[in-house]
């Protein structure tokens, strides 16, 4: 299989991901994958207490692990904080595939989440950011303003977000990143021996599991003596306790509430919170922009891919068979 190229560069108004250009990479480094709101501070924080071996971390979460992306701060101040960590680095991303250099030395761990959930978790984040974040964004806008210019109901953006292209070469992602784009570029390189996938779904479902392929993944031996508590501290309603710590940008005063940044694990209240109408238009372009493996895992993880799976094989013995039927010759 062919490796992966860096063919785009990735430019928002809170990021730019030729920052990239800036950063050298060192063996070990392990980059954090995910489109915004799809478990990416979660993943962040299991493989911080895996390579740290603790549930104190060396540094708060928000300042060990960068995004990198992020424009809040400059590059070389980041730079120079990742510079000086002697350890494995962490290193956060909401760039897709083909905006990030590819290093067959480095770690990539993707985290993926239904996007419906997604979304809507999006909406609370939206609605969680500090008025000087909203004013630094306004400002890179170039309108400044006390609100952002985007609709309060989830239902009249959900149809912009999955028809307005963020990116020319996307079919959608309009104002926040699109998860179909996104998880393509990587799930096509998903045999390559350094990447990884995890799902909110089944993190939610299964940490202790989850945790275990990701250490075996990473190269990094469990000590069963402490592996309860670092389970522990990777469990959802424990970074919930201590968001300012694990909040992405709160030493940066990025949120009204950094607790609030873990308000809920959605699953599922798509269901209730979206229209008929948008249902619909979401199971069209997902099915039309989505490899039918890639959907059914991205909607409910590894079990709901594992079922598609066998039920399409199902499927396909029934069929044949019945074409053999059909063709045996009938005896007189």
Not at 195 to 200: D, G, M, N, V, W
Not at 241 to 253: D, F, S, Y
Not at 292 to 316: D, F, I, V, Y
Request: aromatic share 10%.
């Amino acid at each position: 299989m062919s490796t992966p190229t860096r063919t785009h560069v990735y430019t928002g108004v809170v990021y730019d991901s030729a920052r990239w250009n800036s950063f050298v990479l060192r063996a070990g480094d392990i980059i954090v994958c995910s489109p915004p709101k799809c478990g990416t501070t979660w993943t962040q924080m299991l493989c911080a207490v895996l390579v740290h071996q603790s549930a104190t971390l060396p540094q708060p979460l928000t300042r060990l692990s960068r995004w990198l992306d992020r424009l809040a701060q400059p590059i070389d101040e980041v730079v120079a904080d990742f510079d000086a960590q002697p350890f494995r680095r962490i290193i956060k991303t909401h760039t897709p595939l083909d905006g990030l250099p590819f290093d067959a030395r480095v770690s990539y761990v993707v985290c993926g989440r239904d996007p419906r959930d997604a979304f809507l978790s999006m909406m609370d984040h939206v609605g969680n950011l500090s008025d000087e974040t909203v004013a630094e964004i306004m400002n890179r806008l170039g309108a400044p303003g006390e609100s952002l210019p985007f609709p309060n109901d989830p239902n009249l953006l959900f149809p912009i977000w999955l028809t307005t292209p963020e990116m020319p070469w996307m079919e959608d992602g309009f104002p926040w990143g699109s998860a179909f784009y996104f998880m393509r570029s990587f799930w096509k390189f998903r045999t390559l021996n350094n990447i990884a996938f995890l799902h909110y779904a089944d993190l939610c479902d299964d940490l202790d599991k989850e945790m275990r392929q990701l250490s075996a993944f990473l190269g990094i031996p469990i000590d069963e003596a402490i592996w309860p508590s670092l389970v522990a501290a990777g469990r959802f309603d424990a970074m919930k306790t201590i968001g300012e710590e694990v909040a992405p940008g709160a030493h940066l005063g990025e949120w009204s509430d950094a607790n609030a940044f873990f308000k809920m694990a959605r699953r599922g209240q798509w269901r209730d919170a979206l229209s008929p109408a948008n249902l619909a238009l979401y199971e069209k372009l997902s099915a039309e922009r989505l490899d039918p493996n890639l959907k059914a895992w991205l909607e409910g993880g590894a079990r709901a891919a594992s079922a598609k799976t066998g039920e399409r094989s199902k499927q396909q013995q029934q069929s044949t068979v019945g074409q053999t039927q059909r063709a045996r010759p009938q005896m007189a």
